[in-house]
């Protein structure tokens, strides 16, 4: 039996998600002078932490993250009259309104103005995607526009961490795991898989020693086990038609194999033998089938969580307080992922729950959590702003 992942390692992974989805890189803003240049970084200026802490619900991420997001919040200057937004824009931006007037101006032509330092300047500027109104500048204006996948990406993790550590059993293991879990998860597949889905898959991998020359797995085998290489390398070969092995790979750090065959229930189609001594992290086929393949998300459009609550079910929105008071779901229960576990008991197993929260992926957290509880559950795909009509 191997090694399952250390108390350690899922800690890190919970507290530091921005070392696993280095996709976001510096998000330096694309802006351009009247010129045509690129702005550089000498240009931008970051937003005062003081101030960022005001907003919500950036300001409630934990020590590290807010950090995180903090160097990547940087100010734009926007003159008046400039449009920073209009309906059907999908930019994927959190915009807050930090200094001057903006307003904003619905399809029937009704404005409102926003001013800074007022509660509706703390919130996320008309967050709906894609844009349901237009936003313009009422006098020159400092604005910042946070990366909306980046910013949640933070909060889930974030939140994950409080109810997800305390039920990890330390079995010891090795120092290095943050590097083979960076490469993996920057592999565009995992981008798509709910976070609650890749922690489960940390918590339910072994480690397993292998030595230079020991074959992994062997072309013509029933494939049993997803594998990813912790430490070592290892190189991919395949038996040709007139019995010569050729070489297709070389699999280092953080590489996966073996997911092909349990796909597609087929023999395995390659061997994967140990060049050097190392170590691999394996997830059984049915694991594999559970967290990646099928994940256990039931997803519902509007349309359909609408119906579905016509049908007796109630919403649940797992944001923040401060978030839902801008754009709450009416009669939604709300109960913040971090706090789930510790009110879990006030739910009632007897009824569908569809989970909502900005995007989905706080909200696919919590139905997992509540599924493994035996709670029919669904998600509200797109998240609040999808429902907005």
Not at 33 to 43: C, V
Not at 143 to 164: A, F, M
Not at 254 to 264: N, T, Y
Not at 320 to 332: H, I, K, M, Q, Y
């Amino acid at each position: 039996m191997g090694t399952a992942i250390t108390l350690g390692t899922a800690h890190r992974l919970a507290r530091e998600p921005h070392r696993f989805y280095a996709r976001h890189g510096p998000l330096i803003p694309s802006t351009r002078t009247g010129k045509g240049e690129r702005t550089t970084m000498a240009d931008v200026k970051l937003v005062d932490k003081l101030l960022l802490k005001m907003l919500v619900p950036a300001g409630s991420l934990n020590m590290e993250n807010f950090q995180e997001l903090a160097g990547k919040a940087f100010i734009e200057e926007v003159p008046i009259g400039k449009t920073i937004f209009k309906p059907g824009d999908t930019d994927r931006k959190t915009i807050y309104l930090l200094a001057g007037q903006l307003v904003l101006t619905d399809a029937t032509g009704k404005s409102i103005v926003i001013s800074e330092g007022s509660d509706t300047a703390k919130q996320p500027i008309a967050n709906a995607q894609p844009r349901l109104v237009t936003a313009k500048a009422r006098a020159d204006c400092k604005i910042t526009r946070l990366d909306s996948d980046l910013l949640d990406i933070l909060l889930t993790w974030d939140q994950l961490s409080g109810i997800e550590v305390s039920e990890i059993q330390a079995t010891g293991g090795h120092d290095n795991d943050t590097d083979w879990m960076t490469r993996i998860l920057q592999s565009k597949a995992f981008l798509q898989i709910p976070p609650a889905n890749i922690q489960n898959m940390f918590m339910r991998m072994e480690e397993v020693p292998k030595q230079a020359g020991e074959a992994v797995i062997r072309q013509g085998e029933d494939g049993d086990f997803y594998y990813i290489v912790k430490e070592g390398r290892a190189k991919v070969t395949r038996a040709s038609k007139t019995g010569s092995e050729l070489t297709l790979a070389t699999l280092r750090d953080g590489d996966a194999f073996g997911e092909e065959a349990l796909i597609s229930e087929a023999k395995r189609n390659a061997t994967v033998i140990m060049e050097t001594d190392g170590f691999l992290m394996r997830l059984s086929k049915a694991d594999f089938n559970a967290l990646l393949k099928e994940p256990l998300i039931n997803w519902l459009e509007p349309s359909g969580a609408q119906q579905k609550i016509t049908e007796g079910g109630k919403w649940l929105d797992v944001r923040l307080e401060s978030e839902r008071a801008n754009s709450g779901v009416p009669d939604s229960l709300n109960i913040p992922l971090f706090m789930l576990r510790l009110k879990i008991d006030t739910l009632n197993p007897n009824v569908p729950y569809v989970i909502c929260c900005d995007t989905g992926r706080r909200s696919s957290a919590a139905a997992f959590l509540l599924n493994e509880r035996g709670f029919d559950t669904y998600v509200l795909r797109g998240g609040v702003g999808a429902r907005i009509v």
